[in-house]
């Protein structure tokens, strides 16, 4: 079956450092994977998609990238911000008769003033 | 667009009580889906619809949980009876087809069942 991780339950970093998130898929090569920010109380918000022959896709300070030799994608937030702490999660998603995503349990991402 | 509306955003029930979790999807999206939330095992896929068919409800644990979809703007996820292991946060979320934009998800129902 298809599995999705997301190696690190938490991380706490610096304002003004670059957080990096890692999400590892095993069993499965998707067609391509979603990162989503959830924030407490609140449903995930979509942030980006990255499909399987892009290597790399940016959004104003946010970047990931999608390596399939490794099966994994990283997840860039670069400046980073309080306002940018949060749980982000990744879902890996298939082009076959719009399989639903598979979501990992998310990162919790603390950035400390 | 207000977004995906799910009602209620809190239930507290006793063990054994009937449980309606209701959603309204965007309008003009073609899927719906139902996912639990819990610590242990993130989100998990319960159901989903597509044009108002259910496609796939592998996902859900037992006959005791059923979902409807009656019209392409609403959809009810019902809990007969409730068991306090189904205490978690119940989201909906619908997305259209062919787009680079992900899910919508609402803000979720979170149901205590004692």
């Known amino acids: 079956s298809q599995k999705i991780e997301q190696n690190s339950e938490a991380l706490n970093i610096q304002e003004g450092k670059t957080a990096t998130l890692t999400c590892n898929y095993t069993?499965?090569?998707?067609?391509?994977l979603q990162w989503y920010r959830q924030d407490p109380g609140r449903g995930p918000v979509f942030l980006l998609l990255?499909?399987?022959?892009?290597k790399e896709k940016r959004k104003e300070r946010l970047k990931v990238t999608f390596d399939t030799t490794l099966k994994q994608s990283l997840f860039h937030i670069t400046a980073s911000q309080p306002a940018d702490s949060a749980t982000y999660l990744c879902?890996?998603?298939?082009?076959?008769?719009?399989?639903?995503?598979?979501f990992g349990k998310g990162t919790r991402l603390s950035v400390i003033a | 667009d207000a977004g995906v509306i799910q009602s209620p955003r809190h239930e507290v029930t006793e063990m054994g009580q009937e449980v309606t979790l209701r959603c309204k999807p965007i309008?003009?999206?073609?899927?719906l889906f139902w996912y639990r939330q819990t610590m242990m095992r993130g989100l998990e896929l319960l159901i989903y619809f597509n044009n108002n068919v259910p496609i796939d409800d592998s996902g859900m644990p037992e006959d005791r949980f059923s979902a409807k979809m009656p019209n392409a703007s609403f959809s009810t996820l019902k809990i007969q009876p409730s068991e306090p292991r189904d205490s978690a946060v119940y989201f909906c979320a619908s997305s259209s087809s062919g787009t680079n934009y992900g899910y919508t998800f609402g803000s979720g129902t979170r149901l205590t069942v004692v």
């Open positions: 879902a890996q998603g298939s082009n076959s008769g719009n399989t639903p995503l598979v």
């Open positions: 309008s003009g999206h073609d899927y």
């Open positions: 990255i499909r399987e022959n892009e």
């Open positions: 069993n499965y090569s998707p067609a391509y």
